[in-house]
């Protein structure tokens, strides 16, 4: 455990940033419903009342299509404007539901179900909530997904527009949030969570003198980033999916937004990766003896006499040229993996394998750390032989070669 910390730090970072993502993200399943008041009075008087106020083509325009409708009663004008999508309510619940469509803005027992940006008043319902399930149902049936509500009051009829809305249009509408993504409020909390854990999980100390790598350049910047882009990454869909496919479901392979979904998430993993890498710099540490060295990696502590050493040569730690071949094709296809491309192109990663006279061999990263001359020193004093890619990353590190040494 303690030698895979720096390791479960990230990944249990990473998870909770992924939680978090979800929480704030993600919207509720199911059919959301709409309803606004209308007023059948006005919705009358306006249709055949006379044109005052108006002139020009607008007066021309409301004459002709007063000629040519029928007269009706106001009896008749609602059977017509309802026709086959009037639903009668009845129940203890739906005055409240009437009451509150038709009061003014604001009004409390259903102000935080009011849509905002909207030209008229809507509240929003869930379909799980009462008394909508058996309505939905019904006019799924049927195939709709509008109708009129009626209800009978003493003074009369009142009545309300219905609207079944996937979660994606009912965002698109302004309709609350709190409805909507029920969990955001509960967000911050595993953000927090990964937080604390990320920065509290104890750390392995090392002794003085031990060459490790600079933990604000090497480990806690590329942290940064790599949670940073990770979580836009594994967001975005989320945000996108919920209206590109009207609905909650962001794995979903029948309507494709499965697919959607997993390339966004394709491209998170690319900087996801980079958790890996700051784990085995946070993780490393090697200590100079007279006689052996003292390696710690990730997932491993490993004395190593000089004696046994036969040779030293060079690691590639960059990624695989197909890789990073196939990346910038990618990235001339579609501009936005470009950044992805250079970012693996351009890591200069390399470490160090020692072979030893048993035929057993031992690597590490050791490109871009403070001190790595010193292992040079160390090397040469005990005469192990170095490879000539060795030899020449010796001397970007600023320890003299054999040239110079002679």
């Known amino acids: 455990m303690d030698r895979m910390k720096e390791l479960y730090r990230r990944l249990g970072t990473l998870c909770l940033l992924f939680l978090a993502i979800l929480m704030f993200f993600v919207p509720r399943d199911g059919v959301f419903v709409r309803l606004y008041s209308v007023d059948m009075g006005k919705e009358y008087r306006s249709q055949y009342s006379p044109t005052q106020g108006l002139f020009g083509a607008e007066a021309a325009g409301g004459r002709f299509i007063r000629s040519v409708t029928p007269f009706r009663t106001i009896a008749g004008f609602i059977d017509s404007q309802t026709d086959k999508r009037l639903l009668a309510v009845e129940g203890e619940l739906w005055p409240g539901i009437f009451t509150g469509a038709a009061a003014a803005p604001g009004y409390p027992p259903t102000a935080w179900r009011e849509a905002g940006e909207t030209y008229r008043k809507s509240l929003y319902y869930h379909e799980d909530e009462e008394p909508f399930a058996s309505l939905l149902s019904g006019m799924a049936e049927r195939g709709e997904t509008f109708a009129y509500l009626k209800h009978s009051f003493p003074d009369g009829p009142r009545f309300l527009a219905m609207t079944a809305e996937g979660p994606g249009t009912a965002l698109d509408n302004g309709a609350p949030r709190g409805l909507v993504r029920p969990y955001r409020s509960l967000a911050p909390w595993p953000l927090l969570l990964g937080a604390v854990f990320y920065l509290f999980l104890p750390r392995r100390k090392f002794p003085p003198g031990a060459i490790v790598y600079p933990r604000w350049s090497a480990v806690i910047l590329p942290d940064v980033l790599s949670f940073a882009m990770t979580g836009f990454f594994f967001g975005l869909p989320l945000v996108l999916g919920v209206h590109i496919f009207n609905q909650a479901s962001f794995l979903d392979f029948l309507n494709g937004s499965a697919w959607f979904t997993l390339v966004f998430w394709a491209m998170g993993l690319i900087f996801a ?25 990730l997932g491993k502590d490993r004395r190593i006499a000089f004696s046994d050493i036969a040779s030293a040569g060079f690691v590639d730690y960059r990624p695989p040229k197909w890789l990073r071949t196939i990346m910038f094709i990618a990235g001339l296809a579609n501009w936005r993996m470009m950044g992805q491309a250079l970012l693996l192109s351009g890591r200069t990663d390399w470490g160090i394998e020692f072979f030893f006279r048993d035929g057993g061999s031992e690597r590490f990263l050791c490109s871009n750390i403070p001190g790595a001359g010193r292992l040079f020193d160390a090397l040469r004093l005990h005469k192990v032989p170095l490879s000539e890619e060795l030899q020449r990353a010796a001397e970007g590190t600023g320890v003299p070669g054999p040239e110079e040494e002679s």
Do not use: E
């Open 273 to 297: 990766s980079i958790l890996y890498w700051t784990a085995k710099y946070a993780s490393f540490a090697l200590q100079i003896s007279p006689d052996a060295l003292f390696l710690t990696v």
